[in-house]
T-cell receptor, first 113, second 111 residues
Framework: GEDVEQSLFLSVREGDSSVINCTYTDSSSTYLYWYKQEPGAGLQLLTYIFSNMDMKQDQRLTVLLNKKDKHLSLRIADTQTGDSAIYFC?????????????FGTGTKLQVIP | DAGITQSPRHKVTETGTPVTLRCHQT?????MYWYRQDPGHGLRLIHYSYGVKDTDKGEVSDGYSVSRSKTEDFLLTLESATSSQTSVYFC??????????FGPGTRLTVL
């Protein structure tokens, strides 16, 4: 079945860039997502990229997609302490009608002041 | 933020008792989902709904039932709670069945 893999932990200094990586197995992925979860809260949709795109930028966030290698990354520029959270990568194979969304197990980002 | 509320936000109950969790949305989205989140397992889909009175099982549906009598409400029932159902439960909604938006979660402890 589909699988989404992420590293468990990343530590960066405040002001540096963070890069969180994700690999997936489903070659028919249509949408790929990044969610952020702060302690005691639900998952907040940060951004998503459609499979026919290579890059998407949204303020401090840059998403890169390498379809050949099935690799997705999230770069956070000028990382702040408020960015400390768990980041989940997710993918879905299609659009319209019910689509199974497969989530990674999350990467915990620690920002050191 | 998507208009999704979950109630209760925290609950402690005893083994063998029935428990109902409620998800309420104000977005008029067609699809609604229940997930559980556990350390080491990530998010796992319990049940989902694709319309009023239309529901289907997810990957971990044993011991859970759901009902959706109105577009805005999706109920998750544990008929007889067990300690293995101690978890954080999240509701999610989707307009088209792909991109999902999550509620704040319910922390359930079964003693």
């Amino acid at each position: 079945g589909e699988d989404v893999e992420q590293s468990l932990f990343l530590s960066v200094r405040e002001g540096d860039s963070s890069v969180i990586n994700c690999t997936y197995t489903d070659s028919s992925s249509t949408y790929l997502y990044w969610y952020k979860q702060e302690p005691g809260a639900g998952l907040q949709l940060l951004t998503y990229i459609f499979s026919n795109m290579d890059m998407k930028q949204d303020q401090r966030l840059t998403v890169l997609l390498n379809k050949k290698d099935k690799h997705l990354s999230l770069r956070i520029a000028d990382t702040q302490t408020g960015d400390s959270a768990i980041y989940f990568c997710a993918e879905t194979p299609g659009s319209g009608g019910y689509q199974k969304v497969t989530f990674g197990t999350g990467t915990k980002l620690q920002v050191i002041p | 933020d998507a208009g999704i509320t979950q109630s209760p936000r925290h609950k402690v109950t005893e083994t063998g008792t029935p428990v109902t969790l409620r998800c309420h949305q104000t977005e008029n989205h067609r699809y609604m989902y229940w997930y559980r989140q556990d350390p080491g397992h990530g998010l796992r889909l319990i049940h989902y709904s694709y319309g009023v009175k239309d529901t289907d099982k997810g990957e971990v549906s044993d011991g859970y039932s759901v009902s959706r009598s109105k577009t805005e409400d999706f109920l998750l029932t544990l008929e007889s709670a067990t300690s293995s159902q101690t978890s954080v439960y999240f509701c999610a909604i989707s307009e088209r069945g792909d991109t999902q938006y999550f509620g704040p979660g319910t922390r359930l402890t079964v003693l």
